[in-house]
T-cell receptor, first 112, second 115 residues
Framework: KQEVTQIPAALSVPEGENLVLNCSFT??????LQWFRQDPGKGLTSLLL?????REQTSGRLNASLDKSSGRSTLYIAASQPGDSATYLC???????????FGDGTTLTVKP | GAVVSQHPSRVICKSGTSVKIECRSL??????MFWYRQFPKQSLMLMAT?????????EQGVEKDKFLINHASLTLSTLTVTSAHPEDSSFYIC???????????FGPGTRLLVL
């Protein structure tokens, strides 16, 4: 059974800082890994999707990396802004399975 | 593009009643839809996967007679919580995708409160 862990559970940083969120998974036979953002009481917004054959994806100030062999992914946020405050979830989809397993999320607070 | 809506956004009901939640793909044909529930400060737990025209596949521990899922068209799936109890109070989120698409597109969620 795939287990997904996100560390830290919560993070508070001043505006402008660069930061890294971590996601680890136990089964390295993944199909893809996706990072989402969830604002309080809202649904999920997809940020980045990394296929198993890829090592990283970038979108604006966000960069996600994937190391299957070590069972890890990181989400790097550059020059953080108060608007980045949200809960960030990673989801791992196993090969040959349509479903994804989610981590518990990291709640990020960026202080102005 | 790829917008998913849910209705209602919030619902309060009495214990013992049934509640239906709709999930619609507004600008694409959703061959697969997923239903999740999320308890406060916890992550999403997959409840079931439904493919259009087929019976839903439920995750272990999810009662299929209690959580009825219908995916009768390529743009609509419904989740009916039958005989709801206070412990069913949660945030229910659906997602949808089409064949060949890797990304799931999520709805905004429905908050259910059972009194």
């Amino acid at each position: 059974k795939q287990e997904v862990t996100q560390i830290p559970a919560a993070l508070s940083v001043p505006e402008g800082e660069n930061l890294v969120l971590n996601c680890s998974f136990t089964d390295s036979a993944i199909y893809n890994l996706q990072w989402f953002r969830q604002d309080p009481g809202k649904g999920l917004t997809s940020l980045l999707l990394i296929q198993s054959s890829q090592r990283e994806q970038t979108s604006g100030r966000l960069n996600a990396s994937l190391d299957k062999s070590s069972g890890r992914s990181t989400l790097y946020i550059a020059a953080s802004q108060p608007g980045d405050s949200a809960t960030y979830l990673c989801a791992v989809r196993l090969a040959n399975a349509g479903k994804s397993t989610f981590g518990d999320g990291t709640t990020l607070t960026v202080k102005p | 593009g790829a917008v998913v809506s849910q209705h209602p956004s919030r619902v309060i009901c009495k214990s013992g009643t049934s509640v239906k939640i709709e999930c619609r793909s507004l600008d694409f044909q959703a061959t697969t839809m997923f239903w999740y529930r999320q308890f406060p400060k916890q992550s999403l737990m997959l409840m079931a996967t439904s493919n259009e025209g087929s019976k839903a596949t439920y995750e272990q521990g999810v009662e299929k007679d209690k959580f009825l899922i219908n995916h009768a068209s390529l743009t609509l799936s419904t989740l009916t919580v039958t005989s709801a109890h206070p412990e069913d109070s949660s945030f229910y989120i659906c997602s949808a995708k089409w064949t060949g698409e890797e990304t799931q597109y999520f709805g905004p969620g429905t908050r259910l409160l059972v009194l």
